[in-house]
T-cell receptor, first 111, second 117 residues
Framework: EDQVTQSPEALRLQEGESSSLNCSYT??????LFWYRQDPGKGPEFLFT???AGEEKEKERLKATLTKKESFLHITAPKPEDSATYLC????????????FGAGTRLAVHP | GAGVSQSPRYKVAKRGQDVALRCDPI?????LFWYQQALGQGPEFLTY????????KSGLPSDRFFAERPEGSVSTLKIQRTQQEDSAVYLC???????????????FGPGTRLTVT
């Protein structure tokens, strides 16, 4: 069964304190791994797509990496506006493009 | 440009009532998805349309749930005889095409929060 597990469930950081969020997955034939950001009361906002092991993508203070079993979202020198829930999702081969999500990591960055 | 829009944003229904939730995808997007998100959880897939064809409805939890996209643009998710366990946020997403590569990512609307009392 295709599955996504994110850790930690919640993370509290001081402004400027770098850290990483983990997304472990088991999937039959990975077609893509996606990172989204979700603010309270809003829909998920697309951040990155990774397609193959070894791939990396960056956007401002965020960098996403991918291995054959997990992905990391590295946050460098976070600011309070980075506070949100970060969701990881996979697309499996053989299906019709549906996303299978993890439960998310709630990130709080304090000044 | 305009993103995915959903209406209503909030809906309160009494148990047993029927509800209809609307999604306006990004113009020109071929693929449209519906997801259900419980509090503190990630979204869970309900159903998928490619243009007007409903190609995957494996995530619909019961035959009380019905979705349509008759002209390949706007979609409606209908829930008949609502139950308390239907309370959740219903998210709609669209993507430009149905293949792999550019235009593959899904863009989400703000969701409709359904509360069944």
């Amino acid at each position: 069964e295709d599955q996504v597990t994110q850790s930690p469930e919640a993370l509290r950081l001081q402004e400027g304190e770098s850290s990483s969020l983990n997304c472990s997955y088991t999937v039959s034939g990975l077609r893509g791994l996606f990172w989204y950001r979700q603010d309270p009361g809003k829909g998920p906002e697309f951040l990155f797509t990774l397609y193959s092991a070894g791939e990396e993508k960056e956007k401002e203070r965020l960098k996403a990496t991918l291995t054959k079993k997990e992905s990391f979202l590295h946050i460098t020198a976070p600011k309070p506006e980075d506070s949100a829930t970060y969701l990881c999702a996979v697309q499996a081969g053989g299906g019709y493009n549906k996303l299978i999500f993890g439960a998310g990591t709630r990130l709080a960055v304090h000044p | 440009g305009a993103g995915v829009s959903q209406s209503p944003r909030y809906k309160v229904a009494k148990r047993g009532q029927d509800v209809a939730l609307r999604c306006d995808p990004i113009s020109g997007h071929v693929s449209l998805f519906w997801y259900q998100q419980a509090l503190g959880q990630g979204p869970e897939f309900l159903t998928y349309f490619q243009n007007e064809a409903q190609l995957d409805k494996s995530g619909l939890p019961s035959d009380r749930f019905f979705a349509e996209r008759p002209e390949g643009s706007v979609s409606t998710l209908k829930i008949q005889r609502t139950q308390q366990e239907d309370s959740a946020v219903y998210l709609c997403a669209s993507s430009l095409n149905a293949g792999r590569g550019e235009g593959y990512e899904q863009y989400f609307g703000p969701g409709t929060r359904l509360t069944v009392t």
